[in-house]
T-cell receptor, first 113, second 113 residues
Framework: AQSVSQHNHHVILSEAASLELGCNYS??????LFWYVQYPGQHLQLLLK??????LVKGIKGFEAEFIKSKFSFNLRKPSVQWSDTAEYFC???????????FGDGTTLTVKP | DAGVIQSPRHEVTEMGQEVTLRCKPI?????LFWYRQTMMRGLELLIY????????DSGMPEDRFSAKMPNASFSTLKIQPSEPRDSAVYFC???????????FGNGTRLTVT
């Protein structure tokens, strides 16, 4: 069974700082990769996804993620965070053509104004 | 597109009572998922359906939990009898296809006293 590991449980940054959240998965086959964001008191929303092709994918709100197959990683990045990026971020893996997604434990990002 | 609709938004009940959570997936989506989110355990997949058929219920905690999907536009998650440790936010999500991103509902915050 696949598993997802998010290394940082809680990240605190000042506005304009650069962000990188780590995500590693364990599965030997082809996967689809996702980052979801959950703003305080809200439901999870899709931030970006990788299915195939260019391993550098761009999502909403200036976020991007890079799939490095050799490292089984899909790290999330943003060059300059804003206070409104304060949220919890979840990495998820879905085996291609399988039903369920496996989520990491989430990383809480706090951006100080 | 109304999104995934869950009801109720909040439920407060006493231990031992039956609780029924409801979900209406996005029209046309053929996969439906029930997740539970707590501070201690994060986001856990309870069960998922594909074309109204339960595919994987290995995440259902115990026999007190049951889920049904009588048709493509409605699903229920029932807890009977409820216990305080069931207190959590329960999310329903749907997706268009096996590899597609999940669309989450706003969740039901369940408190069992």
């Amino acid at each position: 069974a696949q598993s997802v590991s998010q290394h940082n449980h809680h990240v605190i940054l000042s506005e304009a700082a650069s962000l990188e959240l780590g995500c590693n998965y364990s599965y030997g086959g082809t996967v689809n990769l996702f980052w979801y964001v959950q703003y305080p008191g809200q439901h999870l929303q899709l931030l970006l996804k990788y299915f195939s092709g260019d391993p550098l994918v761009k999502g909403i709100k200036g976020f991007e993620a890079e799939f490095i197959k050799s490292k089984f990683s899909f790290n999330l990045r943003k060059p300059s965070v804003q206070w409104s990026d304060t949220a919890e971020y979840f990495c998820a893996v879905r085996v291609t053509n399988a039903g369920k997604s496996t989520f990491g434990d989430g990383t809480t990002l706090t951006v100080k104004p | 597109d109304a999104g995934v609709i869950q009801s109720p938004r909040h439920e407060v009940t006493e231990m031992g009572q039956e609780v029924t959570l409801r979900c209406k997936p996005i029209s046309g989506h053929n996969s439906l998922f029930w997740y539970r989110q707590t501070m201690m355990r994060g986001l856990e997949l309870l069960i998922y359906f594909n074309n109204n058929v339960p595919i994987d219920d290995s995440g259902m905690p115990e026999d007190r939990f049951s889920a049904k999907m009588p048709n493509a536009s409605f699903s229920t998650l029932k807890i009977q009898p409820s216990e305080p440790r069931d207190s959590a936010v329960y999310f329903c999500a749907s997706s268009l296809a096996a590899a597609a991103p999940l669309h989450f509902g706003n969740g039901t915050r369940l408190t069992v006293t």
